[in-house]
């Protein structure tokens, strides 16, 4: 995993403001929320402690790297799949922050 990953993911889950090349983390008192190139790729609701990730329209391999803290995420014959199974790349709930390592 590249250093710049972990780095924002680091920031997601303390709920921190980081800024890297291609990579934002903005957290708020409600929200915080993972961008590559200005497209949210993940975000975290406070009040709920949800999480929830998108590949935005992107399926590039740095969108993936981006999104591997949170889930397996890789393609099979061009097709996304996410843990295992067939995945459209929209938002998709895959639980609490509190489970995130």
């Known amino acids: 995993m590249r250093m710049i990953t972990k780095r924002a993911f680091q920031a997601f889950k303390m709920n921190k403001n980081f800024k890297l090349d291609n990579t934002k983390v903005v ?26 990730v998108t590949t935005a329209g992107w399926n590039t391999p740095t969108t993936k790297e981006r999104l591997k803290p949170f889930i397996c995420v890789h393609s099979i014959n061009y097709n996304l799949h996410m843990d295992g199974m067939p995945w459209s790349g929209d938002w998709t709930c895959i639980g609490l922050a509190s489970d995130l390592n």
């Open 27 to 52: 957290s708020d008192s409600r929200s915080t929320s993972m961008y590559l190139h200005g497209n949210e790729i993940a975000r975290k609701c406070h009040e709920t402690g949800m999480v929830e």
